[in-house]
């Protein structure tokens, strides 16, 4: 069945070191992206791409990087000057529409804690 | 910029009754869709329902339909015969073109926490 694999699905991390969660899809989608979410928040974008070797920021990108070297992946980097990186994160994909229903499809997320 | 509003951190609702989770949009386009998410608790979010700023019926997929008041910019989620296993989060989102090239992304409301009690 097609679909998005995110990996680890809880990872612990000590201050002061990067981490990279792993995002795959199988679904040919054209676009990824990556969401944080924070309790009694909803989602935020973090980064988005829309095609191979290209990616943009969304609206809380400091402290995050990202590359989409192969369309099926698109894994995230915590770096330590992200302040506050304790949170869940959600990978999704779309295909690139422009118009009607672009539904995401979302995988099962990574909950980051740091020590 | 646009902005959704969910004003029911939590509802609790008895099993087989109907419920109504609320929200409110704001935008300035003309052409918008939106997006109901459902998330329980192992973290995965899954699509729902969607409605589209042009469509003149309210969309319905099985027990779920949206409701929706676009002079009121409201799109609330009508659940029918509420089940158990409707016990999650619930997310409204709508979408927003970021890109020349028809690229999305979606904004999200803060959520409404669904109880169903046997």
């Not at chain 1, 070191?17 to 199988?26: A, G, K, P, Y």
């Not at chain 1, 698109?74 to 529409?97: D, E």
């Not at chain 2, 997006?35 to 027990?63: C, H, V």
């Not at chain 2, 676009?70 to 989060?89: E, P, Y």
């Amino acid at each position: 069945d097609g679909g998005i694999t995110q990996s680890p699905k809880y990872l612990f991390r000590k201050e002061g070191q990067n981490v990279t969660l792993s995002c795959e899809q199988n679904l040919n989608h054209d676009a990824m992206y990556w969401y944080r979410q924070d309790p009694g928040q909803g989602l935020r974008l973090i980064y988005y791409s829309q095609i191979v070797n290209d990616f943009q920021k969304g609206d809380i990108a400091e402290g995050y990087s990202v590359s989409r070297e192969k369309k099926e992946s698109f894994p995230l980097t915590v770096t330590s000057a992200q302040k506050n990186p304790t949170a869940f994160y959600l990978c999704a994909s779309s295909i690139t529409s422009g118009t009607g229903a672009n539904v995401l499809t979302f995988g099962a997320g990574s909950r980051l804690t740091v020590l | 910029a646009q902005k959704i509003t969910q004003t029911q951190p939590g509802m609790f609702v008895q099993e087989k009754e109907a419920v109504t989770l609320d929200c409110t949009y704001d935008t300035s386009d003309q052409s918008y869709g939106l997006f109901w998410y459902k998330q329980p608790s192992s973290g995965e979010m899954i699509f729902l329902i969607y409605q589209g700023s042009y469509d003149e019926q309210n969309a319905t997929e099985g027990r779920y339909s949206l409701n929706f008041q676009k002079a009121r910019k409201s799109a609330n989620l009508v659940i029918s015969a509420s089940q158990l296993g409707d016990s999650a989060m619930y997310f409204c989102a709508m979408r927003e073109t970021i890109s020349n090239f028809g690229n999305e992304k979606l904004t999200f409301g803060t959520g409404t926490r669904l109880t169903i009690i046997p």
